[in-house]
C-alpha cells in the first residue's frame, strides 16, 4: 500500500487502465480522479493482502492504517457491512449537523455514537445488504445488535483506521516470515551485501498521445513498484511485485484474470522513462525481466514466477503483429490502447459516457477485436 501522497495524485496508475475495461467513464472518474471509495471488494481476504503489503513494504505506517481488534473474533463479512454501513451513516448525519450548525444560532443535537439510540439507521443498513429478509425487524436489530455491537464499538475507538483480528494478524506475521527466511525469496525481502532493496518506488512521468480524434496530448503516468532489486555485484535491475493467493499453483489463472502481466508491462515502462533515465549510473546494468513472487496462504509456499518479452510487449502493444492478420483469432489490445481513450477524457474533462457515444451516439461491435 502507497502513502496517501501517491493515491492523492490523480495520474493514471496500472491499476486505473485495468479498471476502464469494465468501469463507465463516470464510475472511473469517482474512483480514480474524484477518489471515492469503493467498498464492494472488502472482506477478509483483501484484508490480508493489504496487511502484507503494509507490513512488508511500508510497516511504519501500520499502525497508522490499522487498529488491532481486542476481539478474539469478528463478526462475518455480511455483519461487518451492515455495521460499517451503521456507523457511516451516523458520521455523515453528524458532519451534515456540523455544518448546520456553524450557520444556525440554534444547534441541532448530534446523534448518540450507539446502536441503541439509532434503531433506525441499524434496520435502514440491514435492509440495504437483504439480510435475513424473512426476520421480523426485532429479531433482525436484536441479531444484528448481538453480533455487532462489540464491534461497532471499536470502529468508533479505532477512527477510522482498518480494524483486523489478531488471528488475521498472526496469520499475516506467519506468511512474512516464511518469506523472509525461504530459500527462494529471503534475498528479495532482506538487503544483503551488495544487493540493494527499495520498497514501495513511486514513479512519476508523463506519456505523449495522439488521440482518436487526431488532437496530442500529455497523460501523467504514476506506478508504485513493491520491489526493485538494484544488484550491484551482477550489476543488474529488477521488478518484483508480490502477490498472495488461495493457490500459488495455479497462479497463471490469476495473472489472466486480474492482468498481472499488464501490470508488470506498464511498470517496465515507467522504470525505463523514469528511475533509469534519472539514474545515469545504472545505464550498464541489464534490466532482468520482472517477476511475482507468490505466498500461497493456504499450503504456506512461496512460488516465483518469471515474464518474458514477448508477453511484456503483448500487453503493451496488442497482439495485432504476432497474428498475421488470422481473422477468426482473437486480438487482443494493449494497455497503450486504454491509455488513449483515458486521455481524451482527461484532455476534455468529459467523464459522463465513452468517447464513442459521445462522438457517434452509438459504440460499434467488433467481438474480434474488443
Given at each position: 500500500?502507497?502513502?496517501?501522497?501517491?493515491?492523492?495524485?490523480?495520474?493514471?496508475?496500472?491499476?486505473?487502465?485495468?479498471?476502464?475495461?469494465?468501469?463507465?467513464?463516470?464510475?472511473w472518474k469517482a474512483k480514480f480522479i474524484d477518489?471515492?471509495?469503493?467498498?464492494?471488494?472488502?472482506?477478509?481476504?483483501?484484508?490480508?493482502?493489504?496487511?502484507?503489503?503494509?507490513?512488508?513494504?511500508?510497516?511504519?505506517?501500520?499502525?497508522?492504517?490499522?487498529?488491532?481488534?481486542?476481539?478474539?473474533?469478528?463478526?462475518?463479512?455480511?455483519?461487518?457491512?451492515?455495521?460499517?454501513?451503521?456507523?457511516?451513516?451516523?458520521?455523515?448525519?453528524?458532519?451534515?449537523?456540523?455544518?448546520?450548525?456553524?450557520?444556525?444560532?440554534?444547534?441541532?443535537?448530534?446523534?448518540?455514537?450507539?446502536?441503541?439510540?439509532?434503531?433506525?439507521?441499524?434496520?435502514?443498513?440491514?435492509?440495504?445488504?437483504?439480510?435475513?429478509?424473512?426476520?421480523?425487524?426485532?429479531?433482525?436489530?436484536?441479531?444484528?445488535?448481538?453480533?455487532?455491537?462489540?464491534?461497532?464499538?471499536?470502529?468508533?475507538?479505532?477512527?477510522?483506521?482498518?480494524?483486523?483480528?489478531?488471528?488475521?494478524?498472526?496469520?499475516?506475521?506467519?506468511?512474512?516470515?516464511?518469506?523472509?527466511?525461504?530459500?527462494?525469496?529471503?534475498?528479495?525481502?532482506?538487503?544483503?551485501?551488495?544487493?540493494?532493496?527499495?520498497?514501495?518506488?513511486?514513479?512519476?512521468?508523463?506519456?505523449?498521445?495522439?488521440?482518436?480524434?487526431?488532437?496530442?496530448?500529455?497523460?501523467?503516468?504514476?506506478?508504485?513498484?513493491?520491489?526493485?532489486?538494484?544488484?550491484?555485484?551482477?550489476?543488474?535491475?529488477?521488478?518484483?511485485?508480490?502477490?498472495?493467493?488461495?493457490?500459488?499453483?495455479?497462479?497463471?489463472?490469476?495473472?489472466?484474470?486480474?492482468?498481472?502481466?499488464?501490470?508488470?508491462?506498464?511498470?517496465?515502462?515507467?522504470?525505463?522513462?523514469?528511475?533509469?533515465?534519472?539514474?545515469?549510473?545504472?545505464?550498464?546494468?541489464?534490466?532482468?525481466?520482472?517477476?511475482?513472487?507468490?505466498?500461497?496462504?493456504?499450503?504456506?509456499?512461496?512460488?516465483?514466477?518469471?515474464?518474458?518479452?514477448?508477453?511484456?510487449?503483448?500487453?503493451?502493444?496488442?497482439?495485432?503483429?504476432?497474428?498475421?492478420?488470422?481473422?477468426?483469432?482473437?486480438?487482443?489490445?494493449?494497455?497503450?490502447?486504454?491509455?488513449?481513450?483515458?486521455?481524451?477524457?482527461?484532455?476534455?474533462?468529459?467523464?459522463?459516457?465513452?468517447?464513442?457515444?459521445?462522438?457517434?451516439?452509438?459504440?460499434?461491435?467488433?467481438?474480434?477485436?474488443?
Open positions: 500500500m502507497q502513502e496517501q501522497s501517491y493515491f492523492n495524485n490523480k495520474a493514471v496508475s496500472q491499476s486505473s487502465i485495468k479498471a476502464w475495461k469494465y468501469l463507465s467513464p463516470k464510475k477518489k471515492i471509495e469503493d467498498d464492494d471488494d472488502e472482506n477478509s481476504s483483501f484484508d490480508l493482502g493489504n496487511l502484507l503489503d503494509t507490513m512488508l513494504f511500508t510497516p511504519h505506517l501500520l499502525k497508522e492504517r490499522f487498529y488491532i481488534s481486542k476481539l478474539d473474533k469478528l463478526p462475518s463479512d455480511t455483519e461487518r457491512k451492515i455495521t460499517e454501513c451503521i456507523y457511516t451513516e451516523i458520521c455523515r448525519i453528524n458532519r451534515e449537523r456540523s455544518e448546520i450548525n456553524k450557520q444556525s444560532p440554534e444547534e441541532i443535537p448530534y446523534l448518540s455514537m450507539t446502536f441503541e439510540d439509532n434503531k433506525e439507521i441499524v434496520l435502514s443498513c440491514v435492509k440495504n445488504e437483504k439480510w435475513n429478509e424473512r426476520w421480523g425487524d426485532d429479531a433482525k436489530y436484536n441479531t444484528i445488535y448481538k453480533n455487532g455491537n462489540d464491534y461497532f464499538k471499536l470502529l468508533v475507538e479505532s477512527k477510522n483506521r482498518k480494524i483486523i483480528s489478531r488471528n488475521l494478524l498472526d496469520q499475516a506475521n506467519e506468511l512474512i516470515l516464511i518469506l523472509k527466511n525461504h530459500d527462494r525469496t529471503k534475498n528479495y525481502f532482506t538487503p544483503s551485501e551488495g544487493i540493494e532493496l527499495l520498497f514501495q518506488l513511486e514513479l512519476f512521468t508523463s506519456i505523449f498521445l495522439v488521440l482518436e480524434d487526431n488532437t496530442e496530448f500529455n497523460l501523467p503516468l504514476k506506478g508504485a513498484l513493491d520491489i526493485l532489486v538494484i544488484n550491484h555485484n551482477e550489476k543488474s535491475i529488477q521488478i518484483v511485485d508480490f502477490k498472495k493467493a488461495g493457490n500459488a499453483h495455479q497462479f497463471l489463472e490469476n495473472v489472466r484474470k486480474y492482468g498481472y502481466c499488464d501490470q508488470l508491462s506498464f511498470y517496465y515502462f515507467l522504470l525505463k522513462e523514469t528511475f533509469l533515465k534519472e539514474n545515469k549510473k545504472y545505464e550498464n546494468y541489464e534490466i532482468k525481466l520482472p517477476i511475482n513472487i507468490c505466498i500461497d496462504i493456504q499450503d504456506k509456499v512461496p512460488y516465483i514466477y518469471e515474464y518474458n518479452k514477448t508477453d511484456l510487449f503483448i500487453s503493451k502493444y496488442g497482439n495485432q503483429s504476432f497474428l498475421n492478420n488470422d481473422p477468426f483469432v482473437k486480438v487482443r489490445k494493449g494497455w497503450l490502447s486504454s491509455l488513449q481513450k483515458i486521455a481524451w477524457h482527461y484532455k476534455n474533462d468529459f467523464f459522463e459516457e465513452p468517447y464513442e457515444l459521445h462522438k457517434y451516439n452509438k459504440i460499434k461491435l467488433d467481438l474480434i477485436h474488443d
